[in-house]
Antibody, heavy 121, light 108 residues
Framework: EVQLLESGGGLVQPGGSLRLSCAAS????????MSWVRQAPGKGLEWVSA????????YYADSVKGRFTISRDNSKNTLYLQMNSLRAEDTAVYYC??????????????WGQGTMVTVSS | SYELTQPPSVSVSPGQTARITCSGD??????AYWYQQKPGQAPVLVIY???ERPSGIPERFSGSSSGTTVTLTISGVQAEDEADYYC???????????FGGGTKLTVL
């Protein structure tokens, strides 16, 4: 079964750091680009960051550029998001998502269940 | 920064047809994707590459594209279709992913 399982969320103070992980199973992890998407409470989806299958290319939304770092360990089938200098507006459910195949293009065809990050003093 | 515009809400009665639009300047160049999200759940892909339906998605879900607007159509709406719907695409360079603001579909 194709599955993504996020972990690492929690409560952190403003200015603090947190690292999210996403464990993948059921597919050839290194063959697919991956992404983080977040959703603030009661709000819409916001794309955060993406990384190529090899890890050689990374992309960030302007709202997190310079503060967040996406990475992956293909030997462990795991995606990461290092979040530094956290702000209240970073409070959200963070989803790990898999980009699609050549057939489905840039669709996110698999999503994790999400992990909650709360930035508050 | 690039934006996709969706109506905040759409309401229809059971059995009717719901149409949800998404507008963006780069849509003539970039594919659009649609997701359904129910409360407390992760989004689910319902349309890819403007008009293709993934396996397991009911035939009543369809997508179309015309110029700078893409449309998700749900024919014969059922109560279970009540959810938030989001479009997704990319900026004109194809580098950055963007989501629309979401549309809440209410089944009256």
């Amino acid at each position: 079964e194709v599955q993504l399982l996020e972990s690492g969320g929690g409560l952190v103070q403003p200015g603090g750091s947190l690292r999210l992980s996403c464990a993948a199973s059921g597919f050839t992890f290194s063959s697919y680009a991956m992404s983080w998407v977040r959703q603030a409470p009661g709000k819409g989806l916001e794309w955060v960051s993406a990384i190529s299958g090899s890890g050689g290319s990374t992309y960030y939304a302007d709202s997190v550029k310079g503060r967040f770092t996406i990475s992956r360990d293909n030997s462990k089938n795991t995606l990461y998001l290092q979040m530094n200098s956290l702000r209240a507006e970073d409070t959200a459910v963070y989803y790990c998502a898999k980009y699609g195949t050549t057939v489905t293009g840039d669709a996110f065809d698999i999503w994790g269940q999400g992990t909650m990050v709360t930035v508050s003093s | 920064s690039y934006e996709l515009t969706q109506p905040p809400s759409v309401s229809v009665s059971p059995g009717q047809t719901a149409r949800i639009t998404c507008s963006g300047d780069a849509l003539p160049k970039q594919y659009a994707y649609w997701y359904q999200q129910k409360p407390g759940q992760a989004p689910v892909l319902v349309i890819y590459k403007d008009s293709e339906r993934p396996s397991g998605i009911p035939e009543r879900f369809s997508g179309s594209s015309s110029g700078t607007t893409v449309t998700l159509t749900i024919s014969g709406v059922q109560a279970e279709d009540e959810a938030d719907y989001y479009c997704q695409s990319a900026d004109s360079s194809g580098t950055y992913t963007v989501f629309g603001g979401g549309t809440k579909l209410t089944v009256l």
